[in-house]
């Protein structure tokens, strides 16, 4: 079973950062359009932002865009969501996702089932 592992959530005050990371120990990223989704006490799971395999095309949700970005170091195979101007209704567990591709494809991947395998998910609470 694929396990990828987020890290870097935390408590931060309205207005400021965090970066989490997204990473699987043994196993190689670079074949994966990778996606970050969030869910908050009683809401559905949400699309929060995707990058293809290339890292040359990224996807955001309007809810996000201009402050959240993310990247992807194909040294480190690790998936990164920087994310600036935080804001209370940012609260939510992050999850990593993974969708494996066969060739480059850089088209629109934002439903959960898009993905076939999936992180933990690292808590994120923005405080006002």
């Known amino acids: 079973q694929v396990q990828l592992v987020e890290s870097g959530g935390g408590s931060v005050q309205a207005g400021g950062s965090l970066r989490l990371a997204c990473t699987a120990p043994?196993?190689?990223?670079?074949?994966?359009?990778m996606g970050w989704f969030r869910q908050a006490p009683g809401k559905e799971r949400e699309f929060v932002g995707s990058i293809s395999r290339s890292g040359g095309t990224t996807y955001y949700a309007e809810s996000v865009k201009g402050r959240f970005t993310i990247s992807r170091d194909k040294d480190k195979n690790t998936v990164y969501l920087q994310m600036n101007s935080l804001k209370p209704e940012d609260t939510a567990v992050y999850y990593c996702?993974?969708?494996?591709?066969?060739?480059?494809?850089?088209?629109?991947?934002?439903?959960?089932?898009?993905?076939?395998?999936w992180g933990q998910g690292t808590q994120v609470t923005v405080s006002s």
């Open positions: 996702a993974e969708k494996q591709t066969i060739l480059s494809d850089n088209r629109y991947f934002g439903t959960a089932s898009d993905y076939s395998h």
């Open positions: 043994g196993r190689i990223f670079s074949r994966a359009n």
